[in-house]
């Protein structure tokens, strides 16, 4: 059996997320949303709750802090990815995604998620 | 040893009004649709849904000017009590998640789940858990707010809207605020929006960093606390109603269709408005020491009388008595009157207690909560006493049988040996 790495993809939120994005909008700053896509459930101790559809809201910031949920990227939006920011300042991967290569830069923090009950 | 981590669920119902009247009336899906008074009678939009919203058409409108915004628009007549049956069906899957609920309004609450985790896991499961059981079970929909305190689950929820449940993350208070406008805080309303941006401060971030001669001249005393609130920090705590003590006042008022020269009319629609608010005292387990009636003349000139009563009370015959002879006193010179209020202050927590009552009034007391209970199960309109009998025909009807099958907002029966209990029921 193949595994599908999960990725995740740039959106523009509907309903009341897109007002305030739209509203919140700088160039390279302020927050932006991508969308998990998964085919594949990672083990429970790594999942997160994270599903296919969610919505990860992050800030374009690279100050991370211990235990702050992460996007990495090696520089193209195919190659963003998810981890966490282990004591030592380590990125740790989870959720299915692969660990970071040592040219990985961080490309924001994720502040929040969006569920809704149909996946967007 | 830090604080536990506390949880907290900030729910709002979507366009509640307009989804219940869509439970009943199938044929309302997908449609503009408003919940409010006839243009003709001086309506506004009490509620709009998303499909009339897409129009321009919003709530306070005039439903002239919706009407104007959207031809194609659908109307129904409000109907307080089956909103407030929907609501209560709504609650009791609230407190299925946890003791402390605070009710802010028919269709919005916050919950704290803080320390749940074990029995019902995490906060963020429960929330999507509770969002499809309202759906399943009710036919309506949530949106959820989750973080750490109530100020950021209240903008959450805004963010998720509709249908969705938002989580700010732990920790991420502060960024998540940072870009907003400085509308989106609570509190922050036009007039504060705009001295903002005269003085250059148009997002959150912004305001958490202004300098405090800045915030002092915009917010006065409220300086410091804006400056931790535009960061996301609220240490306010989640109250059920049974440890709030803020309520100031309480009441219900009415705007009539067409405008009443009637004694007889106002007498008895008092008594309907002042029986709905003192089951609301009851709901609320306060007892009130003052009651006030209030009379608008077609005119718009308002007149207000109150009384003081002997004693605390939240007994509708004690504070009717006092209420119709207030109205007596305005009516003279208010006549014909386009609004009747009343209203109750002097707030005290309080509960009935049996040793302090006898005979004709315990008895009295016992069929208030009867009432209440048959109110709960039936809409609150569905029995009417005294004077306000003769109103039932001369209003819409306040529930309609759904012609589909069971009421999907009826509560369980209480069982046959239930004692009437003095303290109300909560509605959450």
Same mark, same amino acid.
Request: net charge neutral.
């Given at each position: ?27 390279g700053a302020g927050t ?26 992050v800030a374009a910031e690279t100050d991370a802090e211990p235990g702050d949920l992460v996007v990495w ?12 920011v282990?004591?030592?300042l380590?990125l ?13 830069t961080l490309r924001g923090v994720v502040v ?9 | $040893? ?26 309302? /899906?997908? /449609? ?26 919003? &709530?306070? $409108?005039?439903?002239? +000017? ?40 028919? %269709? ?28 399943? /079970? ?14 950021? &689950? ?17 920790g991420q208070?502060a960024r998540f605020?940072a870009p ?25 971030g912004?305001?958490?960093a ?13 300086? %410091?606390?804006? #400056?931790?609130?535009?960061a ?45 608010? =003192? +089951? ?52 003279? &010179? $208010?006549?014909?009157? #386009? ?25 009295? +007391? ?10 709960? +199960?039936?809409?609150?309109? =569905? ?18 049988? %759904? ?6 907002? =009826? ?18």
């Amino acid at each position: 059996m193949v595994l599908i790495p999960p990725r995740l993809e740039a959106v523009q939120p509907s309903g009341k997320a897109a007002q305030f994005v739209a509203a919140s909008l700088d160039p390279g700053a302020g927050t932006f949303f991508l969308a998990l896509r998964r085919s594949e459930a990672p083990a429970a101790a790594e999942d997160e709750e994270l599903c296919d559809g969610d919505l990860l809201a992050v800030a374009a910031e690279t100050d991370a802090e211990p235990g702050d949920l992460v996007v990495w990227w090696a520089g193209t939006v195919q190659s963003q990815a998810l981890a966490r920011v282990g004591p030592d300042l380590v990125l740790e991967p989870l959720a299915g995604f692969p660990p970071p290569p040592p040219a990985a830069t961080l490309r924001g923090v994720v502040v929040g998620r969006l569920r809704r009950l149909a996946p967007e | $040893m830090s604080a536990p981590r506390r949880r907290i669920l900030h729910v709002d119902l979507d366009a509640f009004f307009v989804a219940v009247e869509r439970v009943y009336d199938p044929s309302l /899906r997908g /449609r503009p649709v408003v919940v409010g008074g006839s243009a003709e009678g001086r309506g506004v939009v009490a509620a709009a849904s998303y499909e009339a919203r897409a129009f321009g058409v919003r &709530s306070a $409108m005039s439903m002239a +000017r919706a009407q104007r915004l959207c031809p194609d628009l659908v109307r129904v007549s409000g109907k307080l009590d089956l909103y407030q049956k929907a609501s209560r069906a709504v609650f009791a899957l609230f407190t299925e998640l946890t003791p402390v609920v605070e009710k802010v309004s028919v %269709d919005e609450a916050y919950l704290d789940m803080s320390g749940t985790k074990g029995l019902h896991g995490s906060a963020w499961a429960a929330a999507e858990r509770l969002r499809r059981a309202v759906r399943e /079970r009710l036919q309506l929909d949530v949106t959820i707010g989750l973080s750490g305190n109530r100020l950021v &689950s209240k903008v959450a929820s805004a963010f998720a809207k509709p249908c969705g449940q938002f989580e700010v993350l732990a920790g991420q208070e502060a960024r998540f605020f940072a870009p907003l406008p400085v509308g989106a805080l609570p509190g922050v309303g036009p007039v504060t929006e705009e001295q903002l941006h005269k003085a250059g401060v148009r997002r959150l971030g912004q305001l958490a960093a202004a300098s405090e001669p800045l915030r002092r001249r915009i917010f006065g005393s409220g300086a %410091d606390t804006v #400056r931790a609130r535009a960061a996301g920090g609220d240490d306010t705590p989640v109250r059920p109603p049974e440890l709030r003590g803020d309520a100031k006042s309480l009441g219900r008022e009415e705007t009539f269709a067409d405008d009443a020269g009637d004694l007889g009319f106002l007498r008895a629609k008092l008594q309907e408005l002042l029986g709905e608010a =003192a +089951r609301q005292l009851r709901e609320h387990g306060l007892l009130a020491r003052k009651v006030s009636v209030k009379l608008r003349r077609a005119d718009f000139v308002d007149a207000t009388r109150d009384a003081t009563l002997p004693a605390a009370t939240d007994h509708d015959g004690e504070l009717l008595e006092p209420a119709l002879a207030l109205l007596e006193g305005l009516a003279p &010179s $208010m006549l014909p009157a #386009r609004l009747l209020g009343v209203r109750f202050s002097g707030l005290s927590r309080g509960f009935w207690q049996a040793s302090l009552w006898a005979g004709e009034r315990a008895r009295e +007391r016992w069929l208030v909560d009867a009432l209440d209970r048959i109110r709960d +199960r039936h809409g609150g309109r =569905a029995v009417r006493s005294g004077a306000s009998a003769g109103l039932a025909g001369s209003r819409p009807r306040e529930t309609r049988a %759904d012609p589909r099958g069971p009421d999907p907002f =009826a509560l369980p029966e209480p069982s046959p040996d239930s004692h009437p209990e003095p303290l109300p029921e909560q509605d959450s």
